[in-house]
């Protein structure tokens, strides 16, 4: 995005975004975090999912939040992809309205019918388990058709054209266009939610722990896929793991996250080579 100065534009801009699960109480922040060591308030028992995330997400590219389980970062895609509300903070996203147009929404505040036309035309989502990427009643080109009539596309034929291709781009045979994601292994159920999620040409595209529980050897290729698939659409990308070699191969800038807090940012090759805060250092050594 370009702004009236001809400067570039992030296309993500999130400042102090917060997310409590529970009544909350005015302690909630003081009492959790990296001092404290929990993201469970004593006082009241509310859950601080997110404190204070910010960040920008710049076109075409990739950032990595990394965290063990419970550090927040899949709270943050939720947030992101609208399936969940802030409970304080924003996130603008700029983009363009379907006449062109240049539009900025607040992720943290949008709601109704222009939080259901950011999912079907202008986010992706693909999820560590395909179960909540996919509709395993229908077959895998259904899933990308769903995806297409959503985002408003009219033609059967092509509907038709477009599910081809992108099987075809994930490296999906098409003689298997019409068999239901349950027919298919672990590895190339991700091949299809990411031709599901590619399907409206999102501008934004959320990774969830995309390669986890795969073989080496599955992972490896998909993670391949994801980087030429980057390349050639431009789209930017949150890669949300627990995997210090995901986050190596694919960012280029990277958020560590724990108990709810970014404890560390900055280049991915900077923060792995050279890591400041002892939780990164753990994450780090333990890789090792």
């Known amino acids: 995005m370009i702004d009236h100065a001809g400067e570039p534009q992030p296309i993500l801009d999130a400042a102090g975004l917060t997310r409590i699960h529970g009544r909350g109480c005015p302690d909630c922040l003081a009492l959790t975090g990296d001092g404290p060591g929990t993201n469970i308030c004593p006082r009241c028992r509310s859950v601080v999912a997110l404190a204070g995330v910010s960040f920008r997400l710049w076109p075409g590219e990739i950032l990595g939040v990394m965290g063990e389980s419970g550090s927040g970062k899949s709270s ?55 179960h909540l990427g996919l509709n395993f009643a229908v077959s895998a080109g259904g899933n990308i058709a769903e995806r297409l009539l959503c985002a408003g596309e009219g033609s059967f034929a092509a509907v038709r054209r477009r599910a081809l291709g992108l099987l075809a781009r994930t490296e999906v045979p098409r003689g298997r266009v019409d068999h239901k994601p349950g027919q298919f292994s672990g590895g190339m159920q991700q091949r299809v939610q990411i031709a599901r999620a590619l399907a409206p040409q999102p501008s934004l595209l959320l990774l969830d722990e995309v390669t986890t529980g795969l073989d080496c050897s599955v992972q490896a290729r998909i993670l391949d896929l994801i980087l030429e698939i980057q390349r050639e659409t431009g789209v930017a990308m949150v890669v949300v793991t627990h995997d210090l070699g995901v986050v190596r191969l694919l ?17 991915t090759d900077q923060i792995l080579e050279d890591p400041q805060h002892p939780y990164t250092q753990q994450l780090v050594s333990a890789a090792l």
């Open 76 to 130: 943050l895609a939720r947030l992101l992809h609208l399936d969940d509300r802030a409970t304080a903070g924003q996130a603008w996203w700029r983009g363009e309205d379907d006449d062109g147009s240049a539009l900025r929404l607040d992720l943290a505040a949008t709601d109704g019918w222009r939080a259901r036309w950011l999912r079907d035309r202008r986010l992706g989502m693909v999820h560590q388990n395909p």
């Open 251 to 267: 960012a280029g800038r990277t958020l560590v996250m724990r108990h709810g807090r970014v404890v560390e940012s900055g280049l």
